[in-house]
């Protein structure tokens, strides 16, 4: 019988990982890709597909969420839009507070703001907020509640946080992508 904190914890890890994920396919793939017709750039500062931030982000939208009861498609993406809204806002003037490099640049936006936040990227987090919070993670709840027992999925997740693990802690001696 496995222990139900292995459980616990391969599930939540799994959800970052997800998470993670998906925010590189919305990084590398949307953004750069398509919608700017840049041809394909890997966004994030690891060499995998995943993005950290937004496996992190989701943590906290998620527990935003909860707090506010709200689960209904039009408040989640207003109340996920304004929530975005300010968490970009507020971490361009942290990164430029502390002597960072400025990660990104919306001047040629509609409705942008300094440069910092703008209508349209503003717009598609809420968007992704709102698939994650009504349709993604339901659906991952229900995914990890039917294949919970299976060996293979636990050694499918094994080696991909492995292979997180190694990307992440290669890092610290390789520099970043950015």
């Not at 992704?128 to 009504?134: H, R």
Request: hydrophobic share 55%.
């Amino acid at each position: 019988m496995k222990s139900k904190f292995w459980d616990i914890f391969r599930d939540y890890a799994e959800y970052f990982l997800i998470y993670c994920f998906i925010g590189w396919v919305y990084e590398s793939v949307w953004c750069c890709m398509i919608y700017h017709h840049r041809g394909f750039i890997n966004r994030g500062f690891l060499f995998g597909p995943w993005l950290p931030i937004y496996g992190i982000g989701f943590f906290i939208i998620f527990g935003i969420f909860k707090l506010l009861k709200i689960k209904k498609f039009v408040p989640v993406f207003l109340v996920g839009t304004l929530i975005a809204t300010i968490a970009e806002l507020t971490a361009s003037y942290l990164i430029d507070a502390a002597g960072g490099n400025q990660m990104w640049d919306y001047t040629g936006y509609f409705l942008n703001f300094d440069g910092r936040i703008a209508l349209v990227p503003s717009l598609m987090f809420g968007v992704m907020i709102c698939a994650a919070i009504c349709g993604i993670h339901p659906m991952l709840i229900k995914l990890q509640d039917k294949i919970r027992e299976s060996k293979i999925h636990n050694i499918i997740f094994i080696i991909i946080a492995v292979l997180f693990l190694v990307d992440l802690v290669s890092r610290i001696w390789l520099g970043s992508n950015i």
